[in-house]
């Protein structure tokens, strides 16, 4: 049995124009106060981002 | 930069009972798509009665208008026109539509919206993704059209859900 790490398949979740159903079918899945706890936790962790780096220079 | 609180926002303008739509990237957020967004996108019941509610909201969460360095606060005249009011309050940024989509109001929108519980008692009332797709794509900017793909997904992957 081999070590590598089992790849995913993404033609079966990904369409043709590159949207990723399944990301779509899990927040389907969720409530509404469940995805807007999703969409504040991700812009909290671009925000944090933003602050870990705001001393970089940027080219 | 300032992290929105989307819901405290939301749990201020309904506390006051605002008639709103919301009509932005928000809304598709809350019916399932995976896109994001930074800001509450609103159009407002424009008679004096609902504006009053709404500059209630606006005065207690600090509603200044964003990119003018005067930091005027909204008032009733701005509120019951037509144009978009760009806000920051203290939860982030609000930006109140009179009008979007050549002219439509909230009560031109509101048959295509639609009401949905946040929990708590918290009720929000969202444009369709359908209507939401329409007007994203006569709106023709690159972010607007950028989304469709995604908006449209959410639509089939909903309808196929039932």
Known sequence: MSDSPRTTDMT???DARGVDRAQ??????????ERLQWLQEFMESVTEIRRLNEDRKVC | MKTAKFAEL????????VDAILVG????VLQGAPVTTGDVDIVHRRTPENVERLLRVLKRVNAIYRHDPRRLQP??????GAGHQLLETDFG???CLGEIDGGRTFEDLEPHSLRLSLGGGLHV?????RELVEVKRRAGRPKDLAA???????IDEAKARK
């Open chain 1, 12 to 14: 079966d979740s990904v």
């Open chain 1, 24 to 33: 779509i079918r899990r927040m389907l899945a969720w409530s509404p106060a």
């Open chain 2, 10 to 17: 939301l749990r201020a303008l309904a506390a006051e009972e």
């Open chain 2, 25 to 28: 990237m928000l809304s598709g």
């Open chain 2, 75 to 80: 008032t009733a005249s701005h509120l019951l």
């Open chain 2, 93 to 95: 940024d609000l930006d």
């Open chain 2, 125 to 129: 009332r969202v444009l369709g993704l």
């Open chain 2, 148 to 154: 469709l793909p995604v908006l449209q997904a959410t």
